[in-house]
């Protein structure tokens, strides 16, 4: 028996001066917070306390529970790699080749350059930037492969001089993860993947076992599961940010063509049931025509059920009286993605204050930065745009300062030293200096 298809209803708003679009982008940006976290975090901390316990044999344990498979070796071996990226298809491996080169170009330039200041009684002050020595990349497995986290994740990883690279990826019903993604991980020189994911990858990766290191950095997304593991270890190791589920928030004109603003919303909204996907338009007749724009697309689609579920529960349509109001609004919710489909798309968005990440004119549809612009695709979501930004170089880096004085500069500044230690009661950090210019 065939499945009836989920009716489409999209929330179609008018914004007329009331909170009404506002509050409906807060409650959207809001949609993973609440009492359920809460609970799902008791079984996430017990998930790691097995792993930190007992190692090895709880990531077979709960891999088997979880996934289905026990994942004995847990280790992929390197030819297993190898073979991977040979039997790939030559026009699969010519698209890899060119995502990771123009990837690779990009990171490059973000490479942080070392400060040397003298100062003005020959004092030398500097930062120094150095790798982490390990990272550990999440390469999600589920409701689709995604080599593309490969290749986002450890190009700027190995751009920053990383020693060692550490990859974990779920298994697949037959034991393997997904055929791409270990190909994608040969192609950008990852040696050392394990076939474990959910929130037992990620203990594994910041306890460390006998199989998996302890690693200093974990990034990569992954499902609610593996967020709040990130959440949960931060501070044992770092973490790239807490990614939610995915979104895009479209500002369009009327001379943003109908069909290709429902593609862009659909290639959101099919990622995940809780992914979000948001029209904010000047145009009467594109958010008339967007309804029935959406349902032709989604006519025979493959992932129909889960963009249909996105669609209705986190989709929204809002007519804005200007593009002005459109990026207030667009400000407000702080965009993952955010498309500026407009005649002047540079100028708008010189106004925009809060984004992920800013797809300007009718040909640069979000799927380019997904897979091979150049940019990182890692954003920040769920609001996070306004204070965070992309997966970097610079994620896999920590900086030291340099300080060396010289007796001149310890006595030109030496008396304010002591006035402050004293101010605040630290005897010895005054008398420190007081022994140097006796």
Known sequence: MVATPVALSISCLRDDGSNAAADRLATIAERTSGG???????????????????????????????????????????QRLADAWQATPESLKDALRLAHQRILAFHQHQLPTDLAVTGPHGELLGRRWRPVQRAGIYVPGGRASYPSTVLMNAVPARVAGVQRLVMVTPPGPGGEPHETVLAAAHLAGVEEVYRVGGAQAIGALAFGTATIPRVDVISGPGNLYVTLAKKAVYGRVAIDSLAGPSEVLVIADHSARADQVAADLLAQAEHDPLAAAILLTTSPELAAAMPAALEAQLENHPRAEITRTALNDWGLIVLCDSLGRAAQLSDCFAPEHLELLVEDPEILAEQIQHAGAIFMGPYTPEAVGDYLAGPNHTLPTAGTARFAGAL???????????????????????????????????????????????
Do not use: C, W, Y
């Open 36 to 78: 359920r976290l809460r609970e799902e975090m008791v079984r996430v901390e017990e998930i790691l306390s097995r792993v930190q316990a007992e190692g090895d044999a709880a990531l077979m344990e709960l891999t088997e529970r979880f996934d289905g498979v026990r994942p004995d070796p847990l280790r992929i071996p390197p």
């Open 392 to 438: 970097s170089v610079e994620t896999f880096m920590r900086h030291t300062s340099l300080i060396r004085f010289n007796r001149e500069a310890l006595e030109a500044t030496g008396s304010a030293v002591i006035t402050l230690a004293e101010s605040e009661g630290l005897h010895s950090h005054a008398e420190s200096v007081k022994r140097r210019l006796n």
